[in-house]
């Protein structure tokens, strides 16, 4: 069996000078979910611009383009140069684990990983993470 | 400004080395709540690791703030509860969400628009849940050796230590399942 991608403790090591050197040269610990806040907040203020001015959390996590957004967007960029560079790119709509077990509908996928997605996030704002 | 572009340059460096690890696929995640797969695990311990020692020796010499999170746990626990729910059904974590896009895993979009959603709803519910669920629990910013009482390098010693034991057996664990299986152990890794 012939081992896919880099050995993870290397390849994971490797993602902790990442994390060292972010800390060191920006002062910024890593993080993904504040993000998530924040793009809600730019969509909101499209539709209701008073309401997410005065809105508590929105006054704490100012809804704007900062640090973390960018780092957020890098991990796509990132990680789409590693896939098409190793040949590893695929276009897939169901995860093949998910289609063994549920079958290959979309729309049922889709559901379930929108739902998925708004518990998590809550869940992940809620312990601060 | 500069803040921004090394945002993007940390983002795309980590990105990389994520799709190389092979972590942020499905049926990673997944293997890894089923206890099935653990390339997660030994991704995200190795990150933690490295970064832990780096980070330290830079505090130490005076180079880096550390930056705290209160620790209220009915905000970590609850919300780690429901989180984990989250995770499972959908596959990806807020982060990894946009790396599986990266590699074409499309799903990840729904994933995405849920995740903003759950965001908004947060926003909402926030008023109500920072007098009562966020209340519960509150040690304000604490760390480990700070609650132990002993200093920082004890607890990364011991943790380090847990660490190497924890890949030693996964790592002895895989090779006998494959012997079992009648497969060559790929090349040994050994600690």
Not at chain 1, 88 to 102: A, G
Not at chain 2, 111 to 129: D, N
Request: charged share 15%; with cysteine; proline share 3%.
């Amino acid at each position: 069996m012939r081992q896919d991608g880099w050995n993870p403790y290397v390849a994971g090591a490797l993602s902790g000078l990442v994390s060292i050197f972010s800390v060191w040269a920006a002062g910024k610990f890593l993080g993904a979910s504040t993000t998530f806040v924040r793009t809600s907040g730019m969509l909101e203020k499209w539709f209701a611009p008073e309401k997410v001015a005065k809105m508590e959390y929105f006054i704490r996590e100012v809804p704007k383009i900062d640090w973390q957004w960018m780092f957020v967007v890098g991990i796509l960029i990132g990680s789409l140069i590693a896939a098409v560079s190793s040949g590893s790119f695929k276009w897939q709509s169901v995860p093949d684990l998910w289609r063994q077990r549920f079958g290959p509908s979309v729309s049922r996928r889709a559901a379930i990983a929108f739902v998925g997605g708004t518990i998590a996030m809550f869940g992940a704002r809620l312990a601060d993470g | 400004m500069t803040e921004l572009v090394y945002g993007l340059i940390t983002g795309i460096l980590f990105g990389f080395f994520l799709q190389k690890g092979r972590v942020l696929r499905y049926d990673k995640q997944i293997g890894a709540l089923l206890f099935k797969d653990f390339t997660i695990i030994k991704f995200m311990l190795s990150h933690i690791a490295v970064a832990m020692v780096g980070v330290y020796l830079l505090y130490d010499l005076g180079l880096v703030k550390l930056s705290l999170k209160p620790t209220i746990l009915g905000g970590v626990v609850l919300g780690g509860l429901i989180f984990g729910i989250g995770w499972g059904l959908l596959g990806y974590c807020p982060g990894t969400s946009l790396g599986a896009l990266g590699e074409g895993r499309w799903d990840a979009v729904w994933g995405i628009l849920g995740m903003l959603l759950g965001a908004a709803l947060y926003a909402e519910a926030f008023p109500w849940l920072k007098t009562t669920v966020l209340t519960w629990g509150n040690y304000g910013k604490i760390t480990l050796p700070q609650v132990l009482g002993v200093n920082h390098w004890i607890v990364i010693a011991a943790f380090l230590a847990g660490t190497i034991a924890l890949f030693r057996f996964l790592e002895s664990r895989e090779r006998s399942k494959k012997a079992a299986n009648g497969l060559n152990p790929d090349k040994k890794i050994t600690f």
